[in-house]
């Protein structure tokens, strides 16, 4: 197809003529748009405020920057850690003190065993025996196959096993 040229002062595409954008402005097809004013800056079409030196540009919106003693971490103030704490995410706690060690956010004595006891990794332990055994009644040896320590009374049955002391 064949067109006529637009007249002077005029842009064509096609057989549509745009008149020609004057100083100052931008030309964005079939529109004349005034370019930013001192102070701002242009994205896609859209004039920001600069960014002060106060704040910080998360796209369209400007935020305050964090004040001393925090840390910018995607968006959100986080206060720094204050020595003797320890950073756990979200929140933050006191260290462990000198002879217990840090499990889980839970803080355990390093301390070892006393004798005859196992450490569990967080209890001290000493080895247990149950001993089921049915009940007899009547003899001062209540547990069948048992032997009961001097001075005992005798053994309590529980229903489910025979308790010697």
């Known amino acids: 197809m064949c067109y006529d040229k637009c007249n002077t002062g ?7 003529c745009w008149g020609t954008c004057p100083a100052n402005t931008v030309d964005v097809g079939a529109l004349c748009r005034d370019t930013c004013r001192a102070g701002y800056y242009e ?14 540009d998360v796209g369209a919106l400007l935020r305050e920057k964090c004040r001393a003693g925090y840390t910018d971490v995607a968006g959100v103030c986080w206060e720094n850690t204050p020595g003797g704490w320890s950073d756990q995410g979200a ?27 196992r450490d569990d990794g ?6 247990t025996h149950i001993y089921a055994k049915s009940c007899r009644t009547g003899t001062r040896d209540k547990c069948q196959g048992g032997s009961l320590l001097r001075g005992c009374d005798g053994c309590r049955d529980d229903g489910l096993f025979c308790w010697c002391c």
Do not use: F, K, M, Q
């Open 43 to 56: 994205v896609a079409g859209v004039c920001y405020e600069n960014t002060p030196s106060t704040h910080v």
């Open 10 to 16: 005029y842009t064509g595409v096609g057989p549509v």
């Open 91 to 117: 929140l933050i706690r006191e260290n462990c003190r000198a002879g217990y060690r840090d499990v889980a956010g839970v803080c355990w004595s390093t301390a070892a065993c006393n004798s005859g006891y």
């Open 122 to 127: 967080t209890l001290c332990t000493r080895d």
